[in-house]
Structure formats: C-alpha cells, structure tokens
C-alpha cells in the first residue's frame, strides 16, 4: 500500500471507529426488537452463497462483508472490515457468548483476520474461503486454534416459543420398506452385508457412482488411494473421481467403506456439494434438522425441490438412504441441469 492510500486511511478508520463508540448505545436499542430466530433465518437464507474476495453482495461474500450485510437486513449498522468490527461493540468472554455476538480469529498468523456471527451451540456462520457460506463449530480442529475474541454489537431478543416449522410435504414415491436408523458416526466403520440390506439400502460406493454418472465425469482412472477400494472394485473409478473433486472422503485410516450404507443427513451434504446447489428462496427446517449439522445442507436441497421430508413430518437425518430415495433424488437434480 503506497504512503499515499495509508494517509487516506488512517482518517477513515479513526472516523468509523468515533462513530461506532457514539452509536454503540443506539444500536442495542434498535436491536432489541430483533429477535434471535430473525437473526438466525436472515443469516440461514445466504447458505451456499460462494465466497468472493471483497464480495459484499448475494453475487458473493467475504467474511466481513457477509456479516456486515446480514445485520444491514436487519437494520443494524456495522462498519465493513474485519478489523474494524473487531473494534465495535464490547469485549465477550466466550463463556457468555450470545446468539449474534461477532466472533474473531486470526487465520494468517497476523492478529485478527476473519469474522463470523455466532448461532448459540457453540456454532457459527460464516463466509469461509473454500465452502463458502455455512455453519461450522467453534471449538472444532480448525477454528477453535485460531479464536481470539468476540465482540457484541447488539443484543438479540430470545423468543420463549420455538421457530414456525414449515410443513413439509411427503416424497414420492412413498418408502414402506421399515426404516433403519443409525447413530450419526455411522460409516466411520464398514457395516457388513449380513448386518444392512444394501438391496434396499443404498451403499457408499452405489452413491459415488449414481453421482459420477449423473455429472458425467471421467470414471476411467481407477486408483482410488482407499486402501478398501482396489482398483478391481467395479465403483473404483467413481470412487476415484469422487475423492478427486473432494465430494467423497474416507475415515483416518484411509479407509472408503464403499459397502456402507449411507444416511439421509450425509447425502444431503454430499449431493449440496457434488451438484454444487446454493439456497433458493427462504431457509427451510424439518423438526429433526434445527440444530444439527446437516441443517445447511437439507434447506439447500428441500428449497431446490430435491427433498420434502417423509410422512411425519421430518427429514430423517438418522435414516439410512433407501435405494429409492436415491433415484428420486437423482431424478429431481436431472430436472435442475
């Protein structure tokens, strides 16, 4: 940056942060009108939105201008850069984190370089550099080394009552078959044949092939780098190119557990990412997917019509994915490209 562009600045961000000290007590009354459910559905409906350097549009976001525009929509002032709203509002421990209170890490090794808002949980949004838009952990591997603060610029109103579940309406066709529900660490480990139905059930390997095929991708290469998935296993090379494009991944022991049936909650991430589909509309929950990971994902897919929940109401997040299921699926993204 020349000496020139430094002494423009310099005026700049000592103005933005004379006017965020005097506004400060406005702004927490203007909030609190703002409830918690508002801030989380406005933050929910950009879901999918790719990251975009410099980006303060739906077009695409960075970190800070994903945050500051999320707050605009809800009458809520902040300044644009990161830096800058690491110095708005005041100090949070993160034991007393709220629901909309920012949150700060330090992603280069050069003090504070990345915001996101944080959701309640233990859980924040953010525009991140590889996936955009989502939902990530605090304390998980990544981002709970880089955390170093959190501010609170406003104070969001936290309803006694539950958020309006939107109905969902039932998938066709209809799966009679009994439903299999699993823990959520499933396919950490290989299920075997005599312990799941994969003629009902469909399997690792099955998916990474229906995907391939759909894409229309270069199954020729057949080194999938699983040490399960030999190069004779005949979902090799949809395996392979489903690691590649980093839509499929193994365990930590390099294993790809192709014979494992997959859940309804990891094909809704895995078909978000493959399809490469992005939130359309309003942000969309099933009883079953409020707080849990796969949120995102199944408000992506339901609002593309990929998805309308099963008979009760849910999403199914446990469930194992029926083979059915996943030709209605693949039917519905067909109509999309």
Request: some cysteine; proline content about 4%.
């Amino acid at each position: 940056m020349s000496s020139l562009k430094k002494k423009v600045l310099i005026p700049v961000f000592a103005t933005a942060m004379f006017v965020s000290g005097l506004g400060q007590s406005q702004q927490t009354a203007e909030a609190s009108s703002v409830t918690v459910n508002q801030l989380t559905n406005e933050a929910y409906k950009y879901i999918g939105i790719k990251y975009k350097y410099g980006g303060t549009t739906t077009k695409g976001f960075d970190c800070s201008g994903y945050v500051q525009y999320v707050f605009k929509k809800l009458g809520l002032k902040l300044s644009r850069t990161t830096s800058t709203q690491y110095r708005e509002g005041t100090s949070v421990a993160k034991k007393n984190l709220q629901p909309g209170d920012l949150v700060f890490f330090n992603t280069t090794g050069r003090g504070v370089s990345h915001v996101g808002i944080y959701l309640g949980n233990n859980k924040f949004i953010h525009s991140g550099v590889s996936r955009g838009i989502q939902v990530v952990g605090l304390n998980d591997s990544y981002w709970g080394k880089r955390y170093i603060g959190a501010r609170r610029v406003a104070t969001f109103v936290t309803e006694p009552t539950a958020p309006v579940v939107e109905q969902p309406v039932v998938e066709q066709p209809v799966v009679e078959e009994p439903v299999v529900t699993v823990p959520e660490v499933v396919a950490t480990g290989e299920v075997k044949g005599d312990e799941i139905d994969l003629t009902r059930y469909a399997s690792r390997a099955v998916v990474a092939e229906e995907i391939a095929k759909a894409l229309g991708l270069d199954t020729t290469a057949r080194e999938t780098g699983f040490i399960d998935v030999p190069a004779s296993h005949p979902q090799s090379g949809a395996i392979a190119v489903m690691h590649e494009l980093g839509i499929f991944s193994g365990n930590e022991e390099g294993r790809f557990n192709p014979s494992s049936p997959i859940t309804r909650s990891q094909i809704a991430k895995v078909l978000v990412n493959a399809f490469d589909l992005n939130q359309q509309g309003d942000y969309l929950t099933f009883p079953d997917t409020a707080d849990h990971w796969s949120a995102g994902s199944v408000s992506i897919l339901a609002s593309n019509g990929i998805t309308n929940g099963k008979q009760d109401g849910t999403f199914g997040i446990n469930d194992y994915l029926a083979n059915r299921q996943l030709t209605t699926f693949m039917e519905r993204l067909n109509t999309l490209q």
